[in-house]
């Protein structure tokens, strides 16, 4: 069974009219990098002359400015940006907007500020699967939004063109660990499961600071895993043992076929409840719960 790893940006292309006035009350606005994007409830059809691209972006651009000086009040203001260039170009933008700050005297958590800046920025996902045909068959065609069928189109490619490794019975895929460190993953192998799962939730080999750093990768699994976020988990698998498939009806582990997902490896990884519960009653006996 093919088990397909797929590290890739959201991708963002057409600029397009709604199909009608009507559905005007639908339109949702999104955008990546400088590109506007109108989608609506159904399907677009005629997209922007030059001129009207040309005003739509301008409107867009400037949204996307208060956006930012809004990330930057709520995140303390101008002060708190580290980049001396960037507190430049923020100061300046204030000044043409005319752009007043509040005073805050905190900062709030970037998850908050993150929600303002999101649609104008890059996203970088990881999505591991085996079942792939009803997906393409959605969304590469040509009815799809735009945004999601131009992706797609470059997974299918990616897809057909790609040359699977052979992983056997017994050994594991382990996304984002890197070719000079496969014979350490193999004679350690628990400690490379967490670390292609910490680096998994990052979504990069590297840390935040831009560096590779094994200690950090395997606390971030065990800080996520006894926090009850399991969905990192669900890249690293191995594939099921013959002996399985002959005693199983069904050939799914999660939402893989014939693969075993490490998540499910992990008690109660369907319900967190059930983990703290679990916890609980360990502690009460008076046993060390280790995560």
Not at 1 to 23: I, N, V
Not at 25 to 51: C, M, P, Q, R, Y
Not at 263 to 269: L, N, S, V
Request: charged share 25%; with cysteine; glycine share 4%.
């Amino acid at each position: 069974m093919r088990l397909l790893f797929l590290h890739c940006d959201k991708f963002s292309f057409h600029l397009h009219h709604p199909t009608s006035a009507a559905e005007m009350t639908d339109i949702e606005s999104g955008n990546f990098g400088n590109t506007l994007v109108i989608l609506t409830a159904i399907e677009a059809h005629d997209e922007l002359d030059k001129f009207e691209t040309m005003e739509a972006k301008e409107s867009w651009l400037i949204s996307r400015d208060y956006a930012v000086l809004g990330a930057v009040a709520l995140n303390g203001g101008i002060e708190k940006i580290k980049d001396e260039n960037l507190a430049h170009k923020i100061a300046d933008m204030q000044e043409d907007y005319r752009y007043n700050a509040p005073d805050i005297n905190t900062s709030v958590h970037k998850q908050i500020t993150n929600r303002l800046l999101e649609p104008f920025m890059w996203q970088t996902i990881i999505t591991t699967a085996t079942e792939w045909d009803n997906f393409f068959a959605l969304r590469a065609h040509p009815d799809a939004q735009p945004e999601i069928q131009a992706a797609a189109r470059l997974m299918l490619m990616a897809f057909n063109e790609s040359e699977p490794d052979s992983v056997k019975e017994g050994q594991w895929h382990l996304p984002l660990i890197q070719d000079d460190e496969q014979e350490w993953a193999r004679n350690n192998i628990q400690e490379a499961i967490k670390v292609s799962v910490g680096r998994c939730a990052r979504v990069s080999y590297l840390t935040h600071d831009g560096k590779r750093d094994i200690e950090k990768d395997i606390e971030l699994h065990d800080t996520l895993i006894e926090a009850g976020h399991m969905s990192p988990a669900e890249h690293v698998a191995r594939p099921m043992a013959a002996s399985y498939t002959r005693t199983h009806v069904n050939p799914f582990n999660g939402n893989f076929r014939g693969w075993m997902q490490y998540r499910k490896d992990i008690p109660h990884e369907d319900n967190y409840a059930k983990a703290l519960l679990a916890r609980q009653k360990l502690a009460e006996e008076g046993i060390e719960v280790d995560g």
